[in-house]
C-alpha cells in the first residue's frame, strides 16, 4: 500500500512514479504465477461470465462517459494492460483462490469474492481517492464472480485489460 501511496505522489516521490508502477505491478504479476493455481476453467462458465462482463462494460459506458487525461500513449497502454493482469493474477488468483481453499464449506465462495473484490477496491484508494471506492467495489464484484463463473482468472483478466484499455483510449 505504500508503493502504491508513492506511485500516486503521495509520499512525493512523483519523479519515480513509472519505475514504482512497473516494480509493483511486476512483482504482483511474477509472485502470483509462482504460486500454485486454482483454477478449473469452465467453458460454458468462461463465455457466459465473458458476455457479462463486456456487457458490463459496454453499459458502464453508455451511462458514465469516462474523459480520462491520456498521459504518454506510449507508457500508458503497457502500463494499464500489466495493471490489470497483474491485479487480476494477484486479487483472482492468489486471494481468492487461497480464500476458496482454505475457507471450508459453502461459505467459501461467497467470502472468495467478497473479500478479494473489497481488497481489490481498497488498493485503488492511494491513487483515486475514497470517492472511487463505490466504483472499485463494484467491478471487483464484477470481476469476482467471473472468477466464480468462470473457474479461472483468466476471464476478470480479460475484461480487466478491456477496461483499462477503454478508460485510456476512449
Avoid at 41 to 48: M, Q, W, Y
Amino acid at each position: 500500500m505504500l508503493l502504491l501511496a508513492a506511485r500516486a505522489g503521495v509520499l512525493g516521490a512523483g519523479s519515480l512514479r513509472l519505475p514504482i508502477t512497473v516494480a509493483i505491478f511486476g512483482v504482483m504479476l511474477g509472485g502470483s504465477l509462482l504460486v500454485k493455481g486454482t483454477d478449473r476453467p469452465r467453458p460454458i462458465g468462461v463465455a457466459i461470465a465473458l458476455v457479462a462482463g463486456f456487457g458490463a462494460l459496454g453499459l458502464g459506458a453508455a451511462l458514465l462517459p469516462m474523459n480520462v487525461p491520456l498521459p504518454a500513449l506510449q507508457w500508458a497502454v503497457p502500463l494499464v494492460v500489466l495493471a490489470a493482469v497483474a491485479e487480476e493474477a494477484f486479487f483472482r488468483r492468489v486471494m481468492y483462490g487461497a480464500i476458496e481453499r482454505w475457507v471450508p464449506g459453502r461459505a467459501a465462495v461467497p467470502l472468495a469474492v467478497l473479500v478479494s473484490a473489497a481488497l481489490f477496491a481498497a488498493i485503488h484508494v492511494p491513487l483515486y481517492g475514497t470517492a472511487a471506492i463505490p466504483l472499485d467495489l463494484g467491478a471487483g464484484l464484477l470481476l469476482s464472480w467471473q472468477r466464480w463463473a468462470s473457474g479461472t482468472w483468466t476471464v476478470p483478466a480479460t475484461t480487466h485489460v478491456t477496461a483499462n484499455l477503454l478508460a485510456v483510449l476512449a
